[in-house]
Every structure is written in structure tokens, then in C-alpha cells.
């Protein structure tokens, strides 16, 4: 699964960058995340809990970031086992840049897989599912950053 969007933040590139590497911002995104811990250096350990379909699941895992470019762009790749349910693993790239018009545009692409129980839901199902999930972990970093939560300052 292949997912290729960008999106246009009100907040500066410097903003963006430093929340992109902070674990209580990346917990609050992402959804259904129950624990987050770690460093952007070390990396991080993630407890998510999400229902594919039929399949509920909790899946434990790591999260790494490589190919950094501070304030410009970097790789996050994580992968967690859900037990029977199976596994999920993937990553994206992600860029920032100074959009035309003000703030930062961030562009993400994103390539996962799934393994197990999941996998055996069919593509369009497990599509549909990542394509949600990484929407709405960019949805609410965006309102984050734009003054929809407490630590933003745009």
C-alpha cells in the first residue's frame, strides 16, 4: 500500500520540525496510541490499540527515524505486532518546505504492509484503513500545530 499527499500548515518550518520529533505530540496524533516513549535518537516504543475491519488488535512496536536532514526531512519506519491479528509494518518520508503563501508544507509518502489475520481482510479494506490512519495522524498534527492544542503556538 502506496499513499502520496501534502499539506499546507500555518505554522513555520522550525515548528513544524521540532514537533514532528517530540513523542507527546507524535502520541497524541496518532490514532489510537496508548504509550509512547522514546527519543527521535534512540527511537520509540509504541503501544497502539486500532480495529481493522472485523480484527481488533494491539499492536506493540518500535519506531526509528533515518535519513534526517534537520528542518527539512527525514524517514520514520515502524513496525508492530498485533499477536494473532497479525503484523503491520511500514514507514514514510516525509519533507517540509516553505510554502508560497506562508507556513509549511509538508509532503508524506507512505508505504506499508500488512501481515495475518489482517492481511487476509483484502487490499481495498487494509488500503482504506492505512489511508485513514495516516489522514487523520496528519489532520490532527495539523490542528495541533494550528491552535487546536495546547502546546501550539501559530
Known amino acids: 500500500m502506496e499513499l502520496h499527499a501534502s499539506r499546507h500548515i500555518a505554522a513555520d518550518r522550525q515548528q513544524v520540525w521540532e514537533a514532528l520529533n517530540e513523542a507527546e505530540v507524535l502520541k497524541a496524533c496518532i490514532p489510537g496510541c496508548e504509550e509512547l516513549t522514546g527519543s527521535p535518537e534512540e527511537g520509540f516504543e509504541a503501544t497502539v490499540k486500532q480495529k481493522v475491519g472485523p480484527v481488533k488488535a494491539t499492536f506493540k512496536g ?5 535519513d534526517i536532514v534537520p528542518g527539512e526531512s527525514y524517514t520514520i519506519t515502524g513496525e508492530g505486532k498485533g499477536g494473532v491479528a497479525g503484523f503491520a509494518k511500514g514507514g514514510a518520508k516525509v519533507h517540509l518546505a516553505d510554502h508560497p503563501e506562508g507556513g509549511t508544507e509538508l509532503t508524506y509518502d507512505v508505504e506499508a504492509k500488512v501481515g495475518g489475520k489482517i492481511a487476509q481482510l483484502g ?10 490512519m495516516a489522514d487523520q495522524f496528519f489532520e490532527r498534527f495539523q490542528e495541533r500545530l494550528e491552535g487546536g492544542g495546547e502546546d501550539a503556538s501559530a
Open 62 to 66: 518500535g519506531v526509528t527515524l533515518s
Open 123 to 132: 487490499s481495498r479494506l487494509v488500503n482504506s484503513f492505512a489511508t485513514k
